[in-house]
């Protein structure tokens, strides 16, 4: 049982490259334009050229046009298109890459909207007026029954994942502010930490899904 980990906002190479190397398995860029962590598609595109083989990178945009995404996700080479805004499911089914929907719950009845979108993946988010903690995690564990690929968000710290971890069960976290030293810039001993606690995550699920096979 392996929980993936995106770390989000990257802007500059030497960041890419400690996920990498700490463990990350995809790397995010926000082309959302007047937002803190937006990168310009020609910097992006020359952090994931010195990238290794098979690392994700996602292209983070929010009610961008079909063609501006397209476009960026050609000149940058990510890999996969994440969507913030207010997309609809027919316009998350249009676009060539696989697609990873973002949902910010407020309430059981949010979770109905999952249902209706066909993506790879859905992201569980906190509502934007939610500015400090986390997105209520048992609002999430029903997420699950609302899809087969679950990317728990919001809040997530090096200090509380590996609980979110524990009582979520998702198949990915995603980290931006948690892993920083200040906006734009992430913290590599956080980013280290953040993943060494979702390891320590894994092997406890690991450790209890084991124990109850042999009851």
């Not at 990350?24 to 994931?48: C, M, S």
């Not at 048992?138 to 710290?157: F, M, N, P, Q, W």
């Not at 953040?194 to 894994?202: G, N, P, S």
Request: glycine content about 4%.
């Amino acid at each position: 049982m392996r929980t993936r980990v995106k770390i989000c906002g990257i802007t500059n190479l030497a960041d890419a490259e400690t996920a990498i190397a700490a463990g990350a398995d995809a790397l995010g860029f926000i082309f959302v334009p007047e937002t803190p962590r937006y990168i310009k598609p020609t910097d992006a595109a020359e952090i994931i050229r010195a990238l290794p083989p098979f690392v994700t990178t996602v292209g983070v945009f929010r009610n961008a046009e079909h063609k501006e995404i397209e476009n960026i996700a050609t000149q940058t080479g990510t890999t996969s298109i994440q969507l913030h805004g207010t997309e609809s499911p027919e316009f998350c089914t249009q676009l060539l890459l696989p697609v990873i929907k973002v949902f910010e719950l407020q309430n059981e009845e949010d979770l109905q909207t999952l249902d209706d979108y066909n993506v790879s993946a859905c992201l569980v988010d906190k509502p934007k007026f939610v500015l400090k903690g986390t997105v209520n995690w048992e609002l999430v564990e029903k997420a699950r029954l609302h899809t087969k690929k679950l990317i728990l968000a919001g809040g997530l710290t090096p200090e509380n994942v590996k609980d979110a971890i524990k009582q979520v069960k998702p198949d990915a976290v995603d980290v931006a502010s948690g892993v920083e030293s200040e906006k734009r810039r992430k913290d590599h001993e956080k980013i280290k930490a953040f993943i060494r606690a979702v390891r320590q995550a894994d092997k406890v699920r690991t450790e209890d899904a084991n124990n109850n096979v042999n009851l």
